[in-house]
């Protein structure tokens, strides 16, 4: 029996028809929990300090993943760990997401996030939540790592204007946390080591050599990676979770940041 030749044409025809089935089960069954460590170093001095980043869980039930992401950030063993927001969209939910970040093996400092007041929580089990680790949920106020720590982590609701003109001590590294990154426009003067937000989750589906087809509010240009503003460099995570029933990413992999600052 001949076998049919393949011919060059042939093959890229068949890979061209191949493509879009391609790209929708990877955006649909692979990507979202296909969770990315990605590693930043803030400065060029020696690090002081190791710790983890990560937001936007939007927990919805999924335990098996949500226990992945809480084993992958203790498998990092880092110094303390940094959540800005969303933790979940429905109060039902809210529970057992706090009942997996309380496995967590280190401090945890947090920030909420639009869903965490849209979903209308009582914030009180998750300040109860994150105080248990060692850490704080911060609420516009702004603590030291650990007793005698030169790390000082500050956290904004963004609910009103100016409300990052804490009193800063400008011989401690002070790390700001908040959910949406365009108020890195909105800090009134303000000077940071570092900002760390959420809330773009990078686009969820990024073109490459384009972007992201399209982003929430309050983003801005500020859609993903490290960027350099005039309050200081700004990291903006990608995020665990998905908006809504938007269950589908493309060339933006879930994410957990390993930060050295």
């Given at each position: 029996?001949k076998?049919?030749r393949?011919?060059?044409?042939?093959?890229i025809?068949a890979?061209?028809?191949?493509?879009?089935?391609?790209?929708v089960?990877?955006?649909?069954?692979?990507?979202?929990?296909?969770?990315?460590v990605?590693h930043?170093r803030?400065?060029?001095?020696?690090?002081?300090?190791?710790?983890?980043?990560?937001?936007?869980?939007?927990?919805?039930?999924?335990l098996?993943?949500?226990?992945?992401?809480v084993?992958?950030?203790?498998?990092?063993?880092?110094?303390?760990?940094?959540?800005?927001?969303?933790i979940?969209?429905e109060?039902?939910?809210?529970?057992?997401?706090l009942d997996?970040?309380?496995r967590?093996?280190?401090?945890?400092?947090g920030?909420?996030?639009n869903?965490d007041?849209?979903?209308?929580?009582?914030?009180?089990?998750i300040?109860k939540?994150?105080n248990?680790?060692?850490?704080a949920?911060?609420l516009?106020?702004?603590?030291?790592?650990a007793?005698?720590s030169?790390?000082?982590?500050?956290?904004?609701?963004c609910?009103?204007?100016?409300q990052?003109?804490?009193p800063?001590n400008p011989?401690?590294?002070n790390?700001l946390?908040m959910?949406?990154?365009?108020?890195a426009?909105?800090?009134g003067?303000?000077?940071?080591?570092?900002?760390?937000?959420?809330?773009s989750?990078g686009?969820?589906?990024?073109?490459?050599?384009y972007g992201?087809v399209?982003?929430?509010?309050?983003v801005?240009?500020?859609?993903?990676?490290?960027?350099?503003?005039?309050a200081?460099?700004?990291?903006?995570?990608?995020?665990?979770?998905?908006?809504?029933n938007?269950?589908?990413?493309?060339?933006?992999?879930?994410?957990?940041t390993?930060i050295e600052?």
């Open positions: 029996m076998v049919p393949l011919t060059r044409r042939k093959f025809a890979a061209l028809l191949a493509t879009p089935g391609l790209i089960a990877d955006s649909k069954w692979i990507e979202p929990t296909w969770l990315k990605r930043v803030i400065g060029n001095q020696k690090p002081a300090c190791r710790f983890v980043h990560f937001t936007d869980t939007h927990h919805k039930g999924d098996a993943y949500l226990n992945a992401v084993e992958r950030i203790n498998s990092l063993e880092p110094d303390f760990v940094c959540f800005t927001g969303d979940i969209e109060e039902n939910y809210l529970a057992e997401a997996h970040f309380s967590i093996k280190a401090p945890m400092f920030v909420p996030g869903h007041f849209w979903s209308k929580v009582s914030f009180e089990p300040h939540c994150f248990a680790s060692g850490g949920w911060l516009d106020e702004q603590c030291p790592v007793k005698g030169n790390i000082n982590l500050i956290g904004i609701t609910s009103h204007d100016n990052a003109k804490l800063l011989s401690l590294t790390i946390l959910h949406y990154p365009a108020w426009k909105k800090l003067g303000q000077k940071f080591d570092l900002i760390l937000a959420g809330h989750h686009g969820q589906v990024r073109i490459p050599f992201p399209v982003v929430p509010f309050a801005d240009e500020y859609d993903l990676g490290l960027y350099q503003t005039p200081g460099p700004l990291y903006v995570n990608s995020g665990i979770g998905y908006i809504y938007y269950n589908f990413r493309f060339n933006c992999r879930p994410e957990i390993v600052i």
